[in-house]
């Protein structure tokens, strides 16, 4: 894997991978060493979040129950209560009082039950009074007599102690109070004055609702609960009845375990562990209290944990993006520069065309690479004029090589003709040898047609035929259509030449058929010349194309020669192929593609020779071309 890492992994996921290692080994790090110092930083901020909502529930709870207390001292200061119930009142005022003042009281009263907090108003007074009940409006009777809250626990509370007022829960209240008025209650005393009796009571009740609603406000944390008791651990209201049944807790035992407010502690309850605080709600003996289960307050902080995770994941994605784009913008070049250089093997190197110029070192890289390909191309094509130039100075060479006894003995049988005075014979000799070589010795073109150059065959063994008094039969079975494919010059020529003095010529009769055919296979032209001669013994074919092989009447160079310059112009899957039996004859391959690599250079002769006939050539020519 190491190897792997270090030589063999595309470079892109290499750069992206180093990239994702340092953003996440130091997650890993953070996640290992710093765990536990964490998870407790979270719980303490969780408790301490805790802690500031409870303070917040609290003082809201003040602010609520206050509006009762304050309801109740509003109607215990007013004149119409002093005059009634306090030391300046007097029995007789109730008889005398002008009955419109009481209207007005009684209306102020009403106007404080807002329908929301406070939902109703009682003033319960003793029996020298009983004549307030005829003031009672609507259906609303403010005005009650003090026997019928006789056997309430308030009641009992208030008449056997010193208190003033009492913020009473449900269970202080009587069935009646808690159907009809309200099911909490804040109850002040009015003191008579000196000799006028019991008591009367000022009872303003409110909703128990209300206050649920408040402590529901406090809940943040899933089954956690928030619940009111009074001093003697009486429960007032609480934000859910089932929790607050399963965590319930005696006051005392809260400030046991707590030791000050708001101060938040965890204490083993059943099988688990809660959380547990208080708040002292002012101006009350009440008591406000939160349970937070330690399990949820755990799961919070894992899910914190989490989200904290989630954040360094996108942060990692990002990264991972970053360094998956900034590494795609240094592969890409270097891949572009390794595809170029690949394509070296098959063809010429090629600029790389970038999008826009860069200065790092990729950009170096490419600018000099696009440099060294310009200095490449520039030697190749100085190569290639090179190597066509040797090509042509090869091919003239080989041309050059042709058998001069071919020449010799051509004027000397033109001079035997002479000599017995045959001038036709000699003149009909002298114009096919002339025209043979003008073809031959042209250096107008490297390449002709096909029908060129069967011209150029025919006369050659027309001149042998003139030697060896017609014992050579030429057949040529050219399709029309390949007349006009090109062909470079004195191909056929050294291979008829072979077959007649090597092949025909050792036969006893010393005479023969020679057969040119052709034929396309694919974008490869392919011509075979048999001969019925004496053919070739295996050793022969082994060296007859590599320019090694010997015969009685000289070498076979021509041959060589011949095979030698198509695989110059074509490639060496070109040239000539030899199949031969003995005492049967011979049978040569000539494979030329149609349009070769060099066919610009060497095959631009048009389909015909000024020397060909229906062109514009001398007399001599025209006499030649009438007279064959």
């Known amino acids: 894997m190491t190897k792997y890492y270090t030589d063999d992994m595309g470079l892109r996921k290499k750069l992206t991978i180093s990239h994702l290692v340092v953003v996440i080994i130091p997650l890993i790090l953070v996640s290992i060493?710093?765990?536990?110092?964490?998870?407790?930083?979270?719980?303490?901020?969780?408790?301490?979040?805790?802690?500031?909502?409870?303070?917040?529930?609290?003082?809201?709870?003040?602010?609520?129950?206050?509006?009762?207390?304050?309801?109740?001292?509003?109607?215990?200061?007013?004149?119409?209560?002093?005059?009634?119930?306090?030391?300046?009142?007097?029995?007789?005022?109730?008889?005398?009082?002008?009955?419109?003042?009481?209207?007005?009281y009684y209306q102020t009263i009403l106007a404080m039950i807002d329908g929301e907090l406070i939902t109703d108003i009682r003033i319960y007074y003793d029996a020298p009074y009983t004549r307030l009940s005829d003031f009672n409006m609507l259906e609303t009777p403010v005005f009650q007599p003090l026997e019928k809250m006789t056997s309430s626990y308030w009641y009992g509370i208030l008449s056997t102690t010193a208190d003033s007022a009492l913020f009473?829960?449900?269970?202080y209240l009587s069935l009646t109070e808690i159907r009809e008025n309200g099911?909490?209650?804040?109850?002040?005393?009015?003191?008579?004055?000196?000799?006028?009796?019991?008591?009367?009571?000022?009872?303003?009740?409110?909703?128990?609702?209300?206050?649920?609603?408040?402590?529901?406000?406090?809940?943040?944390?899933?089954?956690?609960?928030?619940?009111?008791?009074?001093?003697?651990?009486?429960?007032?209201?609480?934000?859910?009845?089932?929790?607050?049944?399963?965590?319930?807790?005696?006051?005392?035992?809260?400030?046991?375990?707590?030791?000050?407010?708001?101060?938040?502690?965890?204490?083993?309850?059943?099988?688990?562990?809660?959380?547990?605080?208080?708040?002292?709600?002012d101006n009350s003996d009440w008591y406000m209290i939160s349970v937070i289960p330690s399990s949820t307050v755990m799961q919070k902080g894992k899910v914190l944990i989490f989200e904290f995770l989630g954040l360094y994941l996108v942060v990692v994605i990002l990264a991972f993006i970053v360094a998956y784009r900034l590494s795609g913008s240094i592969v890409k070049r270097i891949s572009a520069v390794v595809k170029q250089m690949q394509k070296v093997k098959l063809n010429r190197p090629e600029r790389i065309q970038a999008v826009q110029e860069t200065q790092d070192e990729i950009g170096g890289l490419v600018h000099t690479y696009n440099y060294m390909t310009d200095e490449i191309n520039t030697l190749?094509?100085?190569?290639?004029?090179?190597?066509?130039?040797?090509?042509?100075?090869?091919?003239?060479?080989?041309?050059?090589q042709i058998n001069p006894h071919f020449l010799y003995n051509s004027l000397d049988m033109i001079n035997w003709h002479t000599q017995k005075g045959e001038k036709e014979e000699a003149a009909k000799a002298i114009q096919a040898l002339s025209k043979f070589y003008k073809l031959t010795l042209s250096k107008k073109n490297a390449a002709v047609t096909m029908a060129v150059e069967l011209e150029h065959v025919s006369l050659y063994v027309e001149l042998q035929n003139m030697r060896y008094d017609d014992k050579i039969e030429l057949l040529i079975d050219i399709p029309p259509d390949m007349l006009g494919c090109m062909i470079p010059r004195l191909t056929f020529q050294p291979i008829v030449e072979n077959a007649i003095l090597h092949g025909i010529m050792r036969k006893p009769e010393k005479e023969g058929n020679i057969v040119i055919t052709g034929w396309r296979e694919g974008t490869d032209l392919v011509y075979l010349i048999s001969d019925d001669g004496v053919g070739m013994e295996q050793e022969v074919l082994n060296q007859i194309l590599t320019g090694e092989g010997k015969s009685s009447k000289g070498t076979r160079i021509g041959v060589y020669n011949t095979h030698r310059r198509l695989q110059l112009l074509y490639g060496e899957s070109y040239g000539l192929t030899y199949e031969s039996t003995v005492h049967q004859g011979t049978d040569v391959y000539i494979r030329i593609p149609e349009m070769g690599a060099d066919y610009e250079e060497y095959h631009t002769m048009e389909s015909t020779d000024s020397s060909l006939p229906g062109s514009s050539g001398d007399a001599a020519d025209n006499g030649m071309q009438q007279e064959r």
């Open 33 to 104: 060493f710093l765990y536990s110092s964490f998870y407790d930083m979270v719980i303490k901020n969780m408790i301490a979040s805790e802690q500031t909502l409870s303070v917040q529930t609290s003082d809201t709870l003040k602010a609520t129950i206050s509006q009762a207390a304050y309801a109740a001292n509003s109607i215990l200061d007013s004149q119409v209560t002093r005059e009634l119930f306090g030391e300046e009142g007097d029995l007789s005022v109730v008889e005398s009082v002008d009955g419109q003042k009481i209207v007005n």
């Open 168 to 171: 009473c829960p449900s269970l």
């Open 183 to 281: 099911e909490l209650a804040y109850i002040t005393r009015v003191p008579y004055g000196e000799g006028k009796g019991d008591a009367a009571f000022i009872a303003v009740y409110f909703s128990k609702d209300k206050i649920q609603n408040i402590l529901s406000q406090n809940i943040t944390v899933n089954d956690s609960a928030a619940y009111i008791l009074n001093e003697k651990s009486t429960l007032i209201a609480a934000s859910d009845a089932a929790l607050t049944g399963e965590y319930f807790t005696e006051l005392d035992r809260i400030k046991e375990l707590t030791q000050t407010e708001n101060n938040f502690v965890t204490a083993p309850f059943l099988e688990q562990k809660l959380y547990l605080g208080y708040h002292v709600i």
């Open 380 to 400: 190749m094509e100085q190569q290639e004029r090179t190597a066509k130039e040797l090509r042509l100075t090869e091919f003239a060479a080989l041309q050059a």
